[in-house]
């Protein structure tokens, strides 16, 4: 079984920074690529950025020069380090994993519970 665990989070003020991480547990026979999404409220949920194995990183507009995904295969965990935060940044922040769980199966996504990031004054 499969599991994500998130830490991180939390109440920030504007311009501030804060560091989220991932760590994926459990069956793992090969990890491909890690991302972080993020819902506000009554918006759909939006990817933030992704990572592969190789290291290959990818950034929606929003975060691009605030944040930076990095990955630690050996310890199947994903940072993200998002600076100079805006109150839009506000959001319930998700983990993600595309991994095979075994030879056997395919390549499935993998979510973990969110993480409740706040940013205000």
């Known amino acids: 079984q499969v599991q994500l665990v998130e830490s991180g989070g939390g109440l920030v003020q504007p311009g501030g920074s804060m560091r989220l991480s991932c760590t994926v547990s459990?069956?793992?026979?090969?990890?491909?690529?890690m991302a972080w999404y993020r819902q506000a409220p009554e918006r759909q949920r939006e990817l933030v950025a992704s990572i592969t194995r190789a290291g290959r990183e990818k950034y929606a507009d929003s975060g691009k020069n605030r944040f930076t995904i990095s990955i630690d295969n050996a310890k199947s965990t994903a940072h993200l380090q998002m600076d100079n935060l805006k109150p839009e940044d506000t959001a319930v922040y998700y983990c993600?994993?595309?991994?095979?769980?075994?030879?056997?199966?395919?390549?499935?996504?993998?979510w973990g519970q969110g993480t409740e990031v706040t940013v205000s004054s």
């Open positions: 459990g069956s793992i026979f090969g990890l491909y690529v």
């Open positions: 993600n994993a595309e991994l095979a769980s075994s030879y056997y199966s395919g390549v499935s996504d993998y």
